[in-house]
Nanobody, 126 residues
Framework: QVKVVESGGGLVQVGGSLKLACTPS????????MGWFRQVEGKVREAVAC????????YYDDSVKDRFTIFRDKANDSMYLEMNHLKPEDTAIYYC???????????????????WGQGTQVTVSS
């Protein structure tokens, strides 16, 4: 089955940390830009962080800069989001996205997602 699989979500207290993982099944992340998005019920899905196909260039939304780190493990064809100093407003469903082939990390409106994961819930309690 061809899909993108997220894992690592859960319940954490304010100030805590979580590490999300994204792995492919039946497809590859190699040479594709990748990203993490999140969505709260009733709101638009928003970009959190994206990484280019080389793994060297990254984009972060202002709300998560200096707290979250996106990185990829090319050897294992996986991608991760390390989340530190979590806040209640980080509570959302987090989605992994496979972006453009040889794409940039900008996560912008023209950054076309060709595969979405099913999402993993992150809940930060105060």
């Amino acid at each position: 089955q061809v899909k993108v699989v997220e894992s690592g979500g859960g319940l954490v207290q304010v100030g805590g940390s979580l590490k999300l993982a994204c792995t492919p099944s039946g497809l590859t992340f190699d040479s594709f830009a990748m990203g993490w998005f999140r969505q709260v019920e009733g709101k638009v899905r928003e970009a959190v962080a994206c990484i280019d196909w080389t793994g060297h260039k990254k984009y972060y939304d202002d709300s998560v800069k200096d707290r979250f780190t996106i990185f990829r493990d090319k050897a294992n064809d996986s991608m991760y989001l390390e989340m530190n100093h979590l806040k209640p407003e980080d509570t959302a469903i987090y989605y992994c996205a496979r972006g453009p082939y040889f794409g940039p990390p900008d996560c912008g409106a023209s950054w076309e997602v060709n595969r979405w994961g099913q999402g993993t819930q992150v809940t930060v309690s105060s």
